[in-house]
């Protein structure tokens, strides 16, 4: 998937970028942090941060904390990763995705600002970030870590007003450690001294670090199920309950019971971070939050075109194991009889564990694999994966065919899920002409 196709200088900038480090992936600060120097220390001059860390569910927390900002009249800059479609995506300015030329004019900046020395491309695109947000007026800056936290390229905020930590489980366990507890240490270090942070529900290992290091740094921690009260409602809505705070608030418009998990972690936050954020603002932003490829309805495009009118088609961009139990979880609400899957992951995380949690709702599972992804699994290796776990499998040779295959299946009357990366995610939103704005 190329990272932008609009803009030729912006694409050929990050080409080279990439070119920096010999390795796509390096954690440290060190390099991060002279790039800064190099560009004039930007990130002292940013709006007031909210900064996030955790496995799961950070994009969507960080749609509902922007939500509900701007239902209260605040401007927001965001930063995140990875985008799905092109590299605009990851730097939102005062709400509005960058745009083309301007974001060709600050890697441009940078690469001159680094004169050749060695950064890995995520070091690169923080810097550049970081001087788009210092030079454009916003009330508050959101932050998401690219990996981990302690040693990601966005930990150099020395006091953020609030950080998050959402769920944490197994994931990246080449770059975090092989247990709850160590990928729990690596997340705990976004904390600063004395700022409050919010911690969604987490596996007592995780919860038990991320509270020792909250009374190390002094900082007041919140946990969501303990000091948060979530009440949940037959129509999807919920109340919120934090001392003397009581919000009840509608379904999110994002699908799933942990969308309302993300979404109580986003009202905190805003509760913290703009205390005098209304309770309508917090409701409106709750309703409204959107963030593409998180069980997405896909109602109209290219390749819906080629589906019967009656075929339900969703998206997906869960892709491991934690994910997939919360994919499985919303599917059995959506439709309570068996789903048909098209499927790509990559090599980075063993496809069984995820494929393993959607076993009992899949009647097919049709293998592709993901375009230009070096790292994807083949078809014929995904495909024979599900096989071995007794789900019936087809490999496919590319998005198409695998859509002609799953119509085949369903004749319209059995629905569809598109999962297993957010690269395949990516790439379904490009081919059916849908881009995220």
């Known amino acids: 998937m190329s990272p932008i196709k609009q803009n030729p200088r912006a694409e050929i900038a990050l080409t080279r970028l990439g070119q920096l480090h010999p390795k796509l992936i390096d954690l440290g600060l060190d390099r991060t942090h002279a790039l800064l120097e190099k560009c004039g220390q930007p990130h002292l001059n940013i709006p007031p941060v909210i900064h996030i860390a955790g496995t799961n569910g950070k994009g969507s927390t960080l749609a509902f904390i922007r939500a509900m900002l701007e239902q209260h009249g605040k401007s927001v800059h965001v930063y995140s990763s990875p985008h799905l479609v092109r590299f605009n995506e990851r730097i939102r300015l005062a709400g509005t995705l960058i745009d083309d030329d301007a974001l060709a004019d600050l890697l441009e900046e940078v690469e001159a600002r680094n004169n050749g020395a060695e950064v890995t491309f995520f070091e690169v695109t923080t810097a550049a970030a970081m001087l788009a947000f210092s030079r454009i007026y916003a009330d508050f800056t959101l932050l998401e870590t690219g990996l981990g936290g302690r040693m990601d390229s966005t930990n150099i905020i020395d006091h953020p007003k609030v950080t998050i930590i959402s769920p944490i489980a197994r994931d990246h366990e080449h770059f975090l450690g092989n247990t709850i507890s160590a990928i729990a240490r690596e997340k705990a270090g976004i904390m600063k001294s004395g700022v409050p942070v919010i911690s969604a529900s987490q596996h007592p290992e995780a919860e038990a670090v991320l509270r020792d290091h909250a009374r190390t740094l002094q900082c007041p921690f919140i946990h969501i199920g303990t000091d948060i009260r979530i009440t949940h409602h037959k129509d999807n809505g919920f109340t919120l309950t934090w001392g003397d705070h009581v919000i009840t608030c509608p379904a999110p418009q994002l699908q799933g019971d942990h969308q309302i998990d993300n979404a109580v972690l986003a009202a905190a936050a805003v509760m913290l971070a ?75 995380r063993p496809a069984a564990d995820f494929l393993d949690a959607l076993k009992p709702l899949l009647h097919h599972l049709i293998a592709i694999t993901i375009p230009d992804q070096d790292a994807s699994l083949t078809a014929d290796a995904l495909s024979h994966t599900a096989t071995e776990l007794g789900i019936g499998s087809t490999p496919a040779p590319d998005l198409n065919s695998a859509i002609d295959i799953a119509m085949e299946l369903t004749n319209g009357d059995m629905p569809l899920i598109i999962g297993g990366s957010l690269y395949l995610s990516g790439h379904v939103l490009t081919e059916n002409g849908t881009l995220p704005d």
Do not use: F, Y
């Open 274 to 348: 703009e205390p005098d954020i209304t309770s309508a603002a917090i409701r409106s932003g709750v309703a409204s939050a959107n963030w593409p490829a998180r069980i997405q309805p896909l109602t109209s495009g290219q390749l819906v075109d080629r589906c019967p009118a009656s075929q339900n088609i969703w998206l997906d961009g869960a892709h491991n194991r934690h994910g997939a139990e919360a994919l499985a979880k919303s599917l059995k609400r959506i439709h309570s009889g068996k789903w048909v899957m098209i499927a790509g992951a990559l090599n980075t």
